[in-house]
């Protein structure tokens, strides 16, 4: 192992026990247990109101029923889609006022049910995540397109007229995760509700064991498909029961957080150590790419509350991984146009 490989391998190290150390349950919050938001919130569901705004769907009858129909045909039809309901707007309103009254004594925001204060615009609840997102799946696809472009109409075909590149099968499928994840992504951060969380999380867990899968293949050169099953089996099952898990038995943030830095560091540490090992033509652009993704996690870590309660780390971390995936797949359409040309030289 040459000396960068094990720099690299001692620094990630040290980086998985960082982020194991600082990783924890955050749905126990200071905000929603705060007395006087509590109040709020069960005098909000009694009365409809919070201060001078009152909200039609928390109106019932005597019979329990909402008064003038079902809340979520009461609002415009533009709205109507991001269901929010009584509950959902007294603690809205209620961790605005709250928060209005923190700053005013010099307090600084808290978390609500494992939330930052964000402020809603046009019915989304974290529109600048939302938007992010909404970028991440556009230039995921502009690149999954691009390879296969390349791939099936730029580069050599065999006389089958298969591709001569071993990987293009585990490319589209990252791609199609990969759209997947900022698809929900989005959905998610426009309403969060445990549905959509659960759809958020099911899609991550699934691109990370899917790229662990990728970087050991591609790394250790792996084309042999008993070889191929053999790795990749043992992750899909580990992967598959946590989805379970966490869709049937318990949603659990924490555990998720751990598994999910574990899968992602496991294949920042690989790709690293192949960067330093190996005399590929674009193994800077992967060096890139991984120092890139390393940094980008500590956003995970280091939380701030949201600036102008619109932007906090992770919208951040949405916004770095857009050139680090525009990187990533100029490296995926490399590593094709080489291996192709080696192959191909090797076929005449």
Known sequence: MTQMARWSFHGILAFVSLLAFVTHDVYASVGDADPIYKACVEQCEKTGCVGETCFQHCKFSSDGKPVGGPWYLQEPLYLRWKQWDCHSDCRYH???????????????????????????????????????????????????????????????????????????????IYGILSMNLWFWSAVFHSRDVELTEKLDCSSAVALLGFSLILAVLRAFNMRDEAARVMVSAPIIAFVTTHILYLNFFNLDYG?????????????????????????????????????????????????????????????????TTIPLTYLWWSFAKDDAEFRTSSLHKKAK
């Open 94 to 172: 209620c961790m605005l006022v709250r928060e209005e009254e923190r700053e005013k004594h010099g307090g600084k925001p808290v978390k609500y049910h494992g939330k930052w204060p964000f402020h809603r615009a046009y019915g989304f609840q974290e529109p600048v995540s939302v938007a992010l997102s909404a970028l991440n799946l556009a230039i995921q696809f502009h690149g999954w397109v691009s390879f296969f472009i390349l791939i099936y109409y730029k580069l050599p075909l065999t006389p089958s007229k298969k591709t001569y590149y071993e990987y293009t099968g585990l490319w589209h």
């Open 255 to 319: 555990l998720n957080m751990k598994v999910c830095v574990a899968m992602g560091v496991a294949q920042l540490l690989i790709w690293a150590v192949w960067a330093s090992a190996t005399r590929h033509p674009s193994r800077f652009k992967l060096w890139v790419a991984v120092i890139g993704g390393g940094l980008a996690m500590l956003l995970e870590i280091y939380d701030f509350p949201p600036y102008q309660g619109y932007v906090d780390a992770h919208a951040l971390w949405h916004a």
